[in-house]
C-alpha cells in the first residue's frame, strides 16, 4: 500500500459502511475512531441507531475494536456495554495500538479497516499500520482556531486528489 492521507473510502457517515460492504470488499475487522465518526464529543454512550449498527456487524461476524486519541474515562464510559476492545490515548497517527487492536480482534491487515473523521490522526494511522481506511465527515466539529485550520487543509488535500483523478 502507497502511503497517502487519501483514504480509500468515503462515506457520508458511519452507518454506510454496512455489514455488507464489508464483507464484501473482505473486511473481518474494524478498528473505530469514537469521537465526531460514530458520536458527537459531548454524547457520553452510543445511541440506538449505533446500537444496531454494530449489533449487525457482531451478526456478520466482523469484529470492532476502538483506538481513540481521547482519555481513558471518556472511552471507557462509551465502551462499557459495548465491551469492545479499546484504546484510549491511542496516540493516532501512530501504528502501535492500531496494531494491537488487530491482535485483539485476531484479524489481519488483509481484513481489517480503519474509519475515522480525521486524515491526519485516522487515515495516517491506518497507513502506517499498512490497512485501509474509510473517512466520514465529522458529525459536529470543534471551533477552536486550530481545527477549523485542520479541516480547511483536510478539504485542500483531499479537492486535489479529486482533481487528479479526473
Partial sequence: MKFTFIPEYRFNKYSDASAEFLLKEG????ILDIDNTLEPYETAVPGEKLIEWFDS??????????????????????NKEL????????????KRNVLRAMADM??????TVLMGDQ??????AAHNAKIPAILV???????????????VLERWVLNRSEKRKK
Fill in 27 to 30: 473486511f473481518r475487522g474494524i
Fill in 57 to 78: 456487524l457482531r451478526e456478520n461476524g466482523i469484529k470492532v475494536a476502538f483506538v481513540s486519541n481521547n482519555n481513558r474515562k471518556r472511552v471507557e464510559l462509551f
Fill in 83 to 94: 465491551k469492545f476492545p479499546c484504546y484510549s490515548k491511542g496516540k493516532k497517527p501512530f
Fill in 106 to 111: 485476531g484479524t489481519t491487515r488483509e481484513n
Fill in 119 to 124: 486524515m491526519f490522526t485516522d487515515v495516517w
Fill in 137 to 151: 465527515p465529522p458529525i459536529k466539529d470543534k471551533t477552536d482556531v486550530f481545527t477549523k485550520l485542520k479541516r
